[in-house]
């Protein structure tokens, strides 16, 4: 799997989570939903994501361009 799909899970199980949490904890969790939104509206522009960087570094997953060069 490569770094984008993962990005892109954990941006997706974010907004779920937030989500749920908005509905049955407090509503403050909306401010969690809009912080991802933006993140992600910024990335769109910029290709600049914190979480890509923890990703690759932490977990070690490689980009789509590194896995097809790969094979």
């Given amino acids: 799997m490569s770094s984008e799909r993962v990005l892109t899970a954990f941006a997706g199980f974010m907004v779920f989570l937030s989500a749920i949490l ?3 904890v407090s509503f403050n969790f909306i401010y969690l939903t809009m ?3 933006l993140n992600l509206l910024q990335q769109s ?3 600049f994501c914190p ?3 923890i ?3 932490v977990f070690k997953f490689k980009t789509e361009r590194e896995l097809a060069l790969k094979q």
Avoid: H, L
């Fill in 22 to 24: 908005t509905y049955f």
């Fill in 45 to 47: 522009f910029t290709g």
């Fill in 35 to 37: 912080f991802v939104g």
């Fill in 55 to 57: 990703i690759r570094k």
């Fill in 51 to 53: 979480a890509t960087i």
